[in-house]
């Protein structure tokens, strides 16, 4: 059975911004190691800065993401659905809009996951078996949002960002 990784709503409540503090915000970060291995672990982007989006709106926490955006789609896994062992097509982000769904890599580690969380894959290169394996949970289908990268903006190391 994988090992199962904490739950980012716990991780979520723990690190709240008040007006001055720049937040922090979990995330679950899929990657492979110099071995060729995919990982799965829970990590933290930080940098936010204040910044109106224009008009009379009052500034809020952003945090620009680098990278050139390739494709922007939406995702919808049917009940049962499983992706069985495969690789990110692109390094992404895909963050589920209603429903749930998991991940489980290489290294023994999985995330169950649901809206309000987000997810970086970029499991390119694996050796073996390949990547991960994904699917849909509980009884209804998981929407998904996915926004790729041409190149990934972020280091394959557990702390990218």
């Known amino acids: 059975m994988p090992d199962l990784l904490p739950d980012l709503a716990h991780l979520r409540a723990a690190v709240t911004p008040d ?3 720049s937040p922090s915000l979990p995330y679950y970060h899929m990657w492979t190691d110099t071995g060729g291995v995919s990982r799965l672990n829970t990590a933290m ?4 800065g204040q910044k109106s989006v224009g008009g009379g709106a009052a500034p809020q926490w952003l945090r620009p993401f680098p990278g050139e955006v390739e494709a922007v789609s939406f995702a919808v896994l049917p ?3 499983v992706g069985e062992w495969h690789e990110s097509p692109k390094p992404q982000w895909v963050v589920p809009l209603s429903g749930r769904w998991f991940l489980e890599t290489m290294d023994g580690h999985r995330a169950e996951m649901g809206p309000g969380d987000l997810h970086f ?3 390119q290169e694996t050796k073996g078996e390949k990547g991960h394996r994904s699917g ?3 009884d209804e289908p998981c929407v998904q949002l996915i926004v790729q990268f041409r190149v990934s903006p972020g280091a394959a190391t557990a702390e990218p960002f």
Not at 45 to 48: H, K, S, T, V
């Open 121 to 123: 894959g970029q499991d």
């Open 19 to 21: 007006d001055q503090a």
């Open 45 to 48: 982007m930080a940098n936010f």
């Open 136 to 138: 849909q949970l509980g």
């Open 79 to 81: 009940v049962g659905w």
